[in-house]
């Protein structure tokens, strides 16, 4: 997400940290490396200048903190700063709502109707959707494709989009969250405006929020500044935000309408939408990563399965680790979404070749094929794999020898990994950690 922004950001960030001492000669080099990685990622050239003459200002200025270095003073200033004109995001509540969706046309409105009833639906809330959008050929279609993936009812048809909204209200009155998708257009028309002002007198939308594709850029502002006069905006969803170079000018453009920015959408999946955090992304762009998010997807990754982790890793720390566990464990890392979406995560994570991650996905698919093919004995005990079971197993997996030979290696690493923490009391601390509590 936004590789070349991040990569300019953590070279400013870097010179600070490989100065043999921060004085005003580095600070001045870091503004200028700042401006220029701002600039790139399409901030507005006169918020660059204002943000980095408040950098600049405070971190020649500015005492640290007892006991703070000098360097790490400067690098809290970088970071709040930067924080500042990505503005602060909004958590919309786990409660009983209605949510308005607006937007003009093509910016991916409809797609991010079902991406955040897919997120409510993962916080076990009951959503609905309603196709209020009348006017474009197929709304409704679309947006009935889309629920099917995610399983759940939209209601729709016909060519008044007010009175399917109260028909929809009717039929979804004891659902948790309806989520409804109004029409867009390709520009802030008058009926665009009347309709949507039609449509929310009668839903009473606890929230309308206002969908924008981030490639846009510093337009991305204009677009906010406008439908929140007229409708009077709660929030805002960036869409497209992975891979787009404009990312960085769209987030501080919305910042600065004060709307706030409540979901960005990082890709083309149901899943691919994460709640907005300033200090998170920032976190993520230079590379130190976001294991707050990453907890969250493992935590969802496990839903319903509390006590059967638990189970397995009490096995685990007890050295009965077989390649069920190891099977469970794949499992569990793949629910969690593609490897560069994990990466993205993780502190340096992100530096990792594209090509070494679709290669590291690609194997563990393929170790899935090999313990597919075979038996339950062989899973739970695989000392008993010899030569004649490794050919009739690459066999049935379409694979060779040397695959299932690798797979083997692999896990008899892991198992002796498992049996470094054989102590209780490392069992403890780490059954502790987990919120396992002890065995």
Do not use: W
Not at 182 to 204: C, N, P, Q, V, W
């Amino acid at each position: 997400m936004l590789k070349s922004f991040g990569d300019s950001l953590r070279s400013a960030f870097k010179r600070i940290v490989n100065a043999p001492f921060v004085d005003k000669d580095v600070v001045k080099e870091v503004v200028k490396d700042i401006q220029r990685a701002l600039i790139t990622g399409d901030v507005n050239v006169k918020l660059v200048l204002e943000v980095s003459r408040k950098i600049e200002k405070r971190a020649l200025e500015e005492k640290p903190l007892p006991g703070m270095s000098n360097r790490e003073h400067v690098l809290k200033i970088l970071h709040e700063e930067l924080s500042a004109i990505l503005g602060e995001g909004k958590e919309l509540p786990l409660k009983k709502q209605r949510i308005m969706m607006v937007g003009l046309y093509g910016q991916g409105k409809t797609t991010t109707c079902g991406k955040i009833a897919r997120y409510f639906q993962k916080k076990g809330m009951k959503v609905a959707l309603i196709a209020a959008d009348v006017h474009r050929p197929a709304a409704y279609e679309q947006l009935k494709q889309i629920a099917s993936r995610i399983d759940v009812p939209v209601y729709g048809g016909g060519s008044d989009a007010a009175k399917v909204v109260k028909e929809g209200l009717e039929k979804f009155s004891k659902y948790d969250v309806i989520i409804i998708d109004t029409a867009g257009r390709h520009s802030l028309e008058k009926d665009l405006i009347e309709e949507m002002e039609k449509i929310a007198s009668i839903a009473k939308p606890d929230e309308k929020l206002l969908v924008i594709d981030a490639s846009i850029g510093q337009q991305a502002g204009k677009q906010a500044q406008a439908f929140n006069e007229a409708i009077g905006i709660t929030g805002v969803v960036l869409t497209k935000m992975d891979g787009t170079a404009k990312g960085g000018g769209s987030l501080s453009a919305v910042a600065a309408t004060h709307a706030p920015i409540v979901f960005i959408g990082t890709g083309e999946h149901m899943d691919d939408i994460e709640k907005f955090d300033a200090n998170r992304f920032l976190s993520r762009l230079l590379g130190m990563g976001d294991l707050e998010t990453l907890m969250e997807k493992a935590r969802e990754a496990m839903k319903g399965k509390e006590k059967k982790m638990e189970e397995t890793a009490k096995r685990m720390l007890s050295g009965k680790f077989t390649l069920v566990d190891m099977y469970e464990q794949m499992e569990a890392l793949s629910s969690m979404g593609p490897f560069q979406k994990i990466a993205e995560l993780l502190p340096f994570g992100g530096k990792m070749k594209d090509e070494d991650m679709y290669k590291t996905q690609q194997k563990l698919q393929k170790y899935k094929v090999i313990m597919d093919s075979m038996t339950r004995e062989e899973l739970e005990n695989p000392g008993i794999i010899k030569a004649s079971r490794i050919k009739r197993i690459a066999r049935g997996a379409g694979v060779e020898a040397k695959d299932v030979k690798e797979l083997l290696r692999q896990y008899n690493m892991s198992k002796k990994m498992m049996k470094s923490f054989s102590s209780k009391k490392m069992q403890r601390k780490l059954l502790k950690q987990l919120g396992m509590g002890n065995i």
